[in-house]
């Protein structure tokens, strides 16, 4: 069921927004939780419903695979390192009432792989109540996709377009719950319109500033979503500061400084695991949701500049022609 929210804990929450430290950190999720009177995931019942998560070995994907482990979901996971796949399925098998979650190998990146890990879900499910892009990662130095598309662009905007494009039939009835992150709010959609392109060139490449990029190109696609495709529903999310493996290893120095404030990867992770077992969404298709309430996807003027008509028009031809759909 939906969480209860009450006058008092509507403006708490507005407070912690403006005040952008404490609201995405711990301090923010654990007020808002009180606050919000939130149901334990564990309280929800997927039985019959099947979840289908990418990146769910480490950091916030394993931690919506555990956490959705007892809710009675059958559980495809989506990752490209068949050790590790292996190892979670091991850990958190003996807890899914549903059985033991099935393993699909897939670098999100590489479009080719993608193809074969949604045949390979066909095979496993006709029906998907629920898909989750989660996997990708924040890279220091650039990197390219067997395709040649830059690796932020193609793992965290390519493949999972593709993705979701080959599985609508599948995802008739379905939500589709993309983690984005709190970084896109500093970054506005690059001007298609005069050449710009997603990808960073490699001169003038910053890991964080593609990263940027990349997850303000997922919430505005899943807007774009939301308005193409009304069969499914589509609701993009971001965690928070959360101490995952990704922020230990990619912002070091982000890391020693915020510390004492970070959620921990169960935490950033609630809101993910809420927006798969929910059953009435409150809220659109096509919003952008954290801590288990809705967000604007843009908090400067400067982020709106080029969010056009006319760019989300190009943005979506891009997707295609990158996909040849």
């Known amino acids: 069921m939906p969480s209860s929210s009450t006058p008092i804990s509507t403006t708490v929450s507005k407070l912690l927004?403006?005040?952008?430290?404490?609201?995405?950190?711990?301090?923010?999720?654990?007020?808002?939780?009180?606050?919000?009177?939130?149901?334990?995931?564990?309280?929800?019942?997927?039985?019959?419903?099947?979840?289908?998560?990418?990146?769910?070995?480490?950091?916030?994907?394993?931690e919506v695979a555990r956490l959705l482990a007892p809710t009675g979901a059958k559980l495809i996971l989506v990752g490209r390192n068949p050790q590790k796949l292996a190892a979670m399925i091991a850990e958190i098998g003996p807890k899914c009432v549903a059985g033991k979650p099935k393993s699909v190998i897939a670098e999100m990146g590489d479009l080719a792989a993608v193809r074969r890990a949604c045949k390979d879900i066909r095979k496993l499910t006709s029906h998907i109540d629920v898909l989750v892009h989660n996997a990708g990662a924040l890279l220091n130095s650039r990197e390219v996709s067997p395709e040649g598309i830059e690796q932020t662009i193609a793992s965290h905007v390519v493949g999972p377009y593709l993705m979701t494009s080959l599985l609508l039939s599948e995802l008739r009835?379905?939500?589709?719950?993309?983690?984005?992150?709190?970084?896109?709010?500093?970054?506005?959609?690059?001007?298609?319109?005069h050449g710009a392109s997603l990808e960073m060139s490699a001169d003038k490449y910053n890991g964080s500033q593609q990263y940027?990029?990349?997850?303000?190109?997922?919430?505005?696609?899943?807007?774009?979503?939301?308005e193409r495709v009304l069969e499914t529903e589509f609701v993009a999310t971001h965690p928070g500061?959360?101490?995952?493996?990704?922020?230990?290893?990619?912002?070091?120095?982000?890391?020693?400084?915020?510390?004492?404030?970070?959620?921990?990867?169960?935490?950033?992770?609630?809101?993910?695991?809420?927006?798969?077992?929910?059953?009435?969404?409150?809220?659109?298709?096509?919003?952008?949701?954290?801590?288990?309430?809705?967000?604007?996807?843009?908090?400067?003027?400067?982020?709106?500049?080029?969010?056009?008509?006319?760019?989300?028009?190009?943005?979506?031809?891009?997707?295609?022609?990158?996909?040849?759909?």
């Open 17 to 62: 927004d403006l005040a952008v430290v404490p609201g995405f950190s711990k301090i923010g999720f654990l007020i808002r939780k009180k606050l919000g009177g939130w149901s334990e995931i564990s309280d929800f019942d997927l039985t019959g419903k099947t979840v289908v998560i990418t990146g769910p070995t480490s950091g916030l994907g394993a």
């Open 173 to 193: 009835g379905g939500r589709v719950v993309t983690v984005s992150s709190g970084g896109m709010y500093t970054k506005g959609i690059p001007d298609l319109r």
């Open 212 to 226: 940027a990029i990349a997850k303000r190109v997922q919430v505005t696609l899943n807007e774009m979503w939301a």
């Open 241 to 325: 500061w959360a101490d995952t493996p990704g922020v230990q290893e990619s912002i070091p120095g982000f890391r020693r400084v915020t510390a004492p404030i970070l959620r921990s990867a169960r935490e950033g992770a609630d809101t993910i695991a809420w927006l798969a077992t929910v059953d009435a969404l409150p809220g659109a298709s096509g919003t952008f949701w954290c801590d288990r309430e809705t967000w604007p996807i843009h908090k400067s003027s400067g982020t709106k500049k080029n969010d056009t008509p006319e760019v989300r028009r190009l943005l979506w031809e891009l997707l295609e022609q990158y996909c040849r759909v």
